[in-house]
């Protein structure tokens, strides 16, 4: 049973400070892996999508890296601002379409 | 507006009674999932349709729940007897028709938060 994990659970920052967000799954027969914001009692913002075949994805202050041997991905944030301020949700797809969803983590940033 | 819609946003109902949520999908995407989250959790899979056939069901998805999508556009989210454990949100997201090598991507609506008194 494929199993996401997401580490550390919260995280606060100063502005301008750049950040890593963990993301583990336990197999590695994943389709895509996706990478999602959630504002407080909001619905998902599709940050970034990577593909089994790559290894990683840049949007903007954002890049997102894949290991799939070693069942990692990892979301950097560059020079984060308060505005980033959400809950980081990452996700594997499996080849049924279903996404599988680590708990998130909070981030906070502070001016 | 060309993305997911849900209603009602919120809901607000007594332990015992029936409920029933709504999910329009993006045009023309035949692919609808459905999926709740508590508090302080990740989303968690219910159920899937592909077009008007519902291919997939959770273990989640107790004798409670029933979705249908009747027509292969809008679903529906029907939950019986509810519990206090049923308060969550209640979100949705609708994929388009793989094509060729198509990334196969969710888009997400602003779920409906029900609560359960």
């Known amino acids: 049973k494929q199993e996401v994990t997401q580490i550390p659970a919260a995280l606060s920052v100063p502005e301008g400070e750049n950040l890593v967000l963990n993301c583990s799954f336990t197999?590695?027969?994943?389709?895509?892996l996706q990478w999602f914001r959630q504002d407080p009692g909001k619905g998902l913002t599709s940050l970034l999508l990577i593909q089994s075949s790559q290894r990683e994805q840049t949007s903007g202050r954002l890049n997102a890296s894949l290991d799939k041997s070693s069942g990692r991905s990892t979301l950097y944030i560059a020079a984060s601002q308060p505005g980033d301020s959400a809950t980081y949700l990452c996700a594997v797809i499996s080849n049924t379409g279903k996404l599988i969803f680590g708990q998130g983590t909070t981030l906070q940033v502070k001016p | 507006d060309t993305g997911v819609s849900q209603d009602p946003r919120h809901k607000i109902t007594k332990r015992g009674q029936n409920v029933t949520f709504r999910c329009d999908p993006i045009s023309e995407h035949n692919r609808l999932y459905w999926y709740r989250q508590t508090l302080g959790q990740g989303p968690e899979f219910l159920t899937y349709?592909?077009?008007?056939?519902?291919?997939?069901k959770s273990r989640l998805l107790s004798d409670r729940f029933s979705a249908e999508r009747p027509k292969g556009s809008f679903s529906t989210l029907e939950i019986q007897r509810t519990e206090q454990g049923d308060s969550a949100m209640y979100l949705c997201?609708?994929?388009?028709?793989?094509?060729?090598?198509?990334?196969?991507?969710?888009?997400f609506g602003p779920g409906t938060r029900l609560t359960v008194l």
């Open positions: 349709f592909q077009n008007e056939a519902q291919l997939e």
């Open positions: 197999d590695s027969a994943i389709y895509n």
């Open positions: 997201a609708s994929s388009p028709p793989l094509r060729g090598r198509d990334v196969d991507e969710q888009f």
